[in-house]
Every structure is written in structure tokens, then in C-alpha cells.
């Protein structure tokens, strides 16, 4: 009994400065953690969000120059910026008649497009005429926050 | 109360490890996941890269394949050389070919600097890869099956390696990928087909194609004819030991399983498209007798039998020929074929004859006196008449051979000098005035009594048609001028000819065929071929796609297709391929052959000019249900039409094989021409033939990624 009366005696004293000030930094330490390890979640998924769409648009692109004729599409001397019109498609430079390309919507600030279509010789025949082939890259530069986040080239070969 | 607070203590250190750890965690798993997208993305383009060089790479295997040349491990350095073609002679692809890698490319070189090229396009991923060997390349032959005789079915496998530069230790320092394709390895050419100059299903009538009109003296007759040049060899090499072979080389002729007779051109030798070279050569008819053949002596006589064979022509009419022959007999030899099947004097081009196909033509016989065997016929004068002992044999039934000595009414025949515009003066009788008082010849007192008692001594020797020779003999059919061709360059010439073809080949009725594949002729492509039901469209028919590389659903699709390129207003074919459309077909413009290509139409086909360019270069035509009209004026083509016919509208120059079920006598004969065998194309020639084989990839390539 005597005993019992002496603790809650002693209780009443309540919390030191120091332990009050030991259990604030305590907690600091375990908060900074979680927001750090919360920022990086959101660029991790920013990035991975950003890589997805990067592969969306370039494979839709590479897909629909795929099936083109590579007589079609010119050649050319530096890369071509891809951008949509007021309706959602693409022209691409060619020579006569071509396809216009549908792409998906993307965020023309974090993602610049380019191409580029270079005339690849393989070998020449008996006749002295070469075996050719058209390269066409599509590039993707990716900024975030204005600085720049990646750079993806991603090709395909068409067989005249 | 300080060992209590010391446990408290210690439980909020603990905690706040276990926080920290467990943040720390969640730090590291964030950036692992961070990299792994990364990764992703850098897998994907390293994927691209990938494919695009294992697909350059394609081409330079395709070109190997087309061409036949430039890989040791598929083919030897000689390109003809089909010993050596991995895929060809095994029926699936051995277990053991070695990987092809660049280094076993003959254009290594190219490829390198393709790939190079191919760097620079891509500056920012190029910069991320090993500068000593940014990749590594292979090819190898997976699966195979072989589907039917013509066509393998498999796949080639591509390994790609892409190797990045030294990074971080946890990353992959390269990607590896493996890309599929399927591929057909088939041949363009019909094993069949491709060994005919000429392959007629049905001839309608057996004297269809004897229709022209023509004289002895004239070069052609009211009539175009078309003639079949069989190889390339000309007349140079007509030895009778080169017959024994010569028909392997050559392309050869099927005229349906009916009886056909040809008639051969008669006309004086020397005239345009006569056949009589077929006797006696290139020679000038006349010159040092050689358009005559000398039979055996007759014993305890100056008497020799000679023949002269002369084909068909309007002179047949004539009153001192038809005698001859009787005038029935005669007019079956009035009018020659349309159809010439062993070249001109040019291209003697003797062949293989196959069907129940028979050579219609006359030897005109005659008994010569010849006293002092100087070769050739005495000449005497009577009563201021010159003489040349030549007394022709005419030709006359059995019923009728009566051989009582003249001047007995019923001896027949009576053999005189020849009468009638030749000689106006009156004949001289073998055994009547030979044994006058004024004249004694060395001949037998009771004529041909004693002579050739029996009709078939007489028959032997006497005028008559090839076709009077029984059918157990060789001699009616029109191999035997296949024989006969050869000898008149053998200096002890005999007739009948020495035989050159087997014992099966008199007539041959094309029930039971062997297709040679080699120049020995000890081996066979196929064997046991009926040529009378013969179909070279069974494998396209249908919905069996198997031997065909690309469908076409209309020739718009096709003539829009990277098939055909388009040189001004040529169409030049470059890529190999069996090509079906469904439907007609119509290359109205001239076409350029730069590959190996059939084109397979279920309709009519309508062309120009085809002329193939490079030593690659083959056509087939097929159509499968219809007709082949040709506008232009040079075709090397094969050209097949089971249900139809080749029609032509000005001279044919044809360079190829023809394979229809009818070949009209009249519309040939409006125009004429030529079909000469394409060599090339020779089962035989197995080195050639199979030049005819077409390596096509498919589409679509597969890859997979290996970790």
C-alpha cells in the first residue's frame, strides 16, 4: 500500500524537458524517413509512369511506320519534330501520298518527338544496283521539372 | 523503478530500429524499382537494336540463298554446286550445322558497315554499348519438316547479343535476345514440266497438225509453223555415240496419249523449214549422193537397193510419184505438219518423243545397177536413149505381188526406169530389156522371181511410208528419227538406223516415266511418272497453301507489292517467290525476271515481253484454270495452262517449256515461232535445275528475350 501511494507520488512529477525534446527528435528521425521514402515513391512512379508512356508513343509510332512503304518516306537530313495537328495525327514527311499517323495524347512538355529516316546500303547486287534498307528512329527526350529526365531512341528497319 | 524505465527505454530503441530499418527497406526496394523500369526501358530499345540487326542480317542470309554464293557453310564456293546446300539434299536440317555467324559471309564486310551505318542512326544508345564488340550475331536452322517433294518448312533461329559498357555490378553488362523466323525452301520448277520443250495433253485428231500447204521447192507453205528447238547443242555434235545421250540434255516433247501423226516436211533441203535435214543433215541434198542410202548387195548380181527418204509436200501429187506410191498413199504424205519437233537445219535438235506419236514420211526405194561398185547407178544407151540404171520399187499391197518374169501380164511390179516428166523418153525394163540381145546386164533371169520370191522380201526393200513398217517394229514411231537423225553422220550408214533409245521408247506412251536428275542418267528425280494424268497445278489448288510463299486476292494487290518494281514502264521482278492470285492476271507491260518467280493466276493470264536478267532469273506462269495469251514477242518463260492454251499474235520466240492441254493447229499456224528449251530449267542438269529453288522467309519474326 505504501509502496503504491510512493509511485503515484512520484508521477505527478511528469516529463523532463529532456525526455520531451528526446521523444520530439525521436519522432523527427522516424517521420524524415517516411517522406523521404515518400518523394521517391512519387518519382519512382513519375519515372515509371513517364518510361510507360515513353514506350506507348514510340511503339504506336513504330507500329504505324512499319507499315508503310519505305519508298514512301522521306529521307532526312536532321531529326523531325512529331507533332500533332488540332485533330490528334501526325504527318510525316513523304514522297506522294501517304498515311497520316494516330497517336495517342501525350504532354508535349515532358515529351519532345523526333524521327529520323536515313537510307541504309546492305550490299550491291551482280548488276551493280545496292540492296537497301530504311532506317527509321523515333526519339523520345524526356524532361521533368525542366531538366532532362531521359533520352530513348528506339529504331525499325523496312526492307525495300 | 530505474530497471523499469531502462526496459522502456529500450523498447522505444528497438522500435525506432525496426522503423528505420523498415524505411530503410522500403528506401531500397523504391530505388531497386526505380531501376528496374529503367532497365525496362533500356531492354526495350536494346530490343529494337537487336531486331534490326538480326533482320540486316536476314537480308545478307536471303542473299546467300538467292544467289547461292557467299557462305561456305551453306553452300561451296562454286555456286552451282548443290552438294553442298545444307537444306537441299538431307530433307530436315541436320543437328549438327555450325552456327553462321558474319565472319562466314563472303560480304562480312558489307554487313559490318551496314551495321556501322545503322550506330550512327541511333548516337545515344550507341554511346552506352562496349566500343570493342558492341554485338555479337549467329544464325542456325531450328526445325524443318519437309512437307511434299518440292517444299521444306522450318525455322531460323537469330541470336542477338547487345553488350553494354562496364556499369554498375548489379546491372546486366549485356541483353541477349533470339529472333524466329520461319522459312519454305521450294522449287519454282516443276520436276516435271521443267523437262519438256512441248507437253500437250490432248491433240485432238491424229492428223491435226498435218494442215500446210507447201511444195517442193517453196520455203514455207500457206502456213506459219512452229518449231521446237530442244537444245542448244545445234548440229555440231551429231555423231551417233552423242545420240546416246543427247536426249538427256534436251528437252523433250508430249503430245497427249492419242494417236498423232506427224507429218515431216519433204521440201528440198535446202528451202526454209524443210525437215529433210532430219536424213541427211546439214548437208546439201545431192552432193556426193549423200541424200541416199545403200542397202546390202545382192548376191551373183550388180543389183543394189537404194533409198532416198523424203518427207511429205504437195509434189506427192504428181503423177510419176503418186505411181510410186499408190495415189491414197500419196496423199497422206501431201501436206507436212505444222509442228516441227526436232529443231530447223540451224538447231538440230533431235529428241525424246513421248505419247503414241508417229512420224509419217516416204522412202522412196529403188534397185540401182551398179557393175563396177562405183556407188552410184550405170548408165547405158539404147537406140540413142541414155539410161541411168535406177529402177524405182514401187510400193504395192501384199493382194498384188505377183513376181513372174515380164513380159507375163499379171507380174506386177514391173521395175523400170523411171517415167514421166523426168525421163520423157521410153522406160527401160530391169528384166526384160536388160536381157535383150543389145543389152545384157548382170541381173537373174527370172527376175524378181528369183530375186524376192515371198512379198516380204519385196516389202523390205520396196517404196512405201514409215507407217507401213508393223508396229512390233520401231520404225513407224517417231523415235526412230531420233536414230536416223544421228546416223547420216556415221560413214557406214545402214537403214534401218543403229537403235540409240531403250526398247520402250517405240513408242514411248509416257505411262511410266523416270525424270533424269543428273547428267550420268543413272538417277532419277522422279519415277514412274504418268504423263497422260499429269497435273503440275495438284500442289496450288484448293485451299493448300503450302507450296505457295504470298497470296494475292486480285493482281491489283500484287502489282501494288514491293514485287514488282517498277523500271519506267518495265516491271522487274527481284524478289523470289511463289505468288498465287486469286483471280486473272495481266502484266500488259514488258517484265524484267531478276529472280526466281511463279506466279499462279486461277484465271487467264494475259503478258508481254518476259526476258529474264541475271543467272537467277526464272519464270513460271501458271494458270489453273484458264488460257495464256502472249502479246509481245520474246518469252522466257515456263509457261502452264492444264485447262487451256498458249495463244500468240505475231512470230513466237520463246525461250522456256509449254505445258497446255490443247495446242490448236490453226491458231499456232497464224503466227509460227520457235519454242526453244531453257536449259536451265534441265532436271538433268541438276546443278541448273536447282537454281530454280526459293528461299523465302515469313513475315512476321519472333523473339524472345534470354537471361
Known sequence: ?160 | MIKKRGIAVFLVIGMLFLFALTFFWLHVHSLTHGRTMFELLEEQQALSVAEVIARIYLEFLEDVFINRTGCEKIYSSNPFDPSNHILLHKGRVPDNIEKIVPADLAKETEFIEAINNFFQTIPVFHEKLCENQPFSIGARFVESVRTTDRTLIGKIKVSVEINKKSGHPDQASSYRFSFFKSFKLTNILDPVVSKFTLFVRNVPTPEHYNILNKGFQQDAGDRSVLTLINDSSGNASLRPVDGENRWLHAGWVFLGGNEVFINIDGSQINRRNSEQFIFFGDAPFGQNETGTIDGDFYPGTSLFPRYVPMGANSMWLAEFLQELLGEDTARLVEKPSVIRLFGDRSNISPTLVLGNVFARWAMMASLIYDEIGQGAPNHITVAGDVYSLNFPMPRIERQDYNPRRPPDENANPILATARGSIQPQPPFLLFIDGLSDTVNLNVPENGLLDLMPNYEDYFSYMSKLSTDHSSNSRLPYYNSLYDMAFSHRDTNRVFPAPQLLSNLDYPNTGENIDIPYGTDGTRNLLSGVNLIDYDPCAPFTGNNLENISHLFDNQQMLKSSSFINLQGNVKRFDKPGVIKINGDLNLNNPSEINAPVKIISRGNIEMNDIRTIGPAGKMVLMSLEGSVTFTGTTLEATVIAPSGTLRWQQELDMKGSLFVNELNAYDLSQHGGKISYNESTNPANSIEHNRGYIFITGPYIESSIER
Open chain 1, 1 to 160: 500500500m505504501i509502496n503504491k501511494k510512493c509511485y503515484l507520488k512520484a508521477n505527478k512529477s511528469g516529463l523532463s524537458i529532456i525526455e520531451i525534446m528526446l521523444a520530439v527528435i525521436l519522432l523527427g528521425i522516424m517521420i524524415g524517413p517516411i517522406f523521404v521514402t515518400l518523394f521517391q515513391s512519387q518519382k519512382v512512379i513519375r519515372v515509371g509512369a513517364h518510361d510507360l508512356e515513353t514506350m506507348n508513343l514510340a511503339s504506336s509510332f513504330i507500329f504505324q511506320i512499319n507499315r508503310m512503304n519505305p519508298e514512301s518516306i522521306a529521307v532526312t537530313d536532321s531529326p523531325q519534330s512529331v507533332l500533332p495537328d488540332a485533330y490528334g495525327f501526325v504527318r510525316i514527311d513523304t514522297i506522294g501520298d501517304a498515311p497520316v499517323l494516330k497517336m495517342p495524347q501525350w504532354d508535349k512538355d515532358t515529351f519532345q518527338l523526333f524521327y529520323t529516316a536515313q537510307r541504309l546500303d546492305l550490299f550491291d547486287y551482280e548488276d551493280g544496283t545496292a540492296k537497301q534498307a530504311m532506317v527509321v528512329v523515333v526519339k523520345v527526350n524526356r524532361t521533368a521539372y525542366g531538366k532532362e529526365e531521359q533520352k530513348v531512341e528506339i529504331p525499325t528497319l523496312l526492307i525495300y
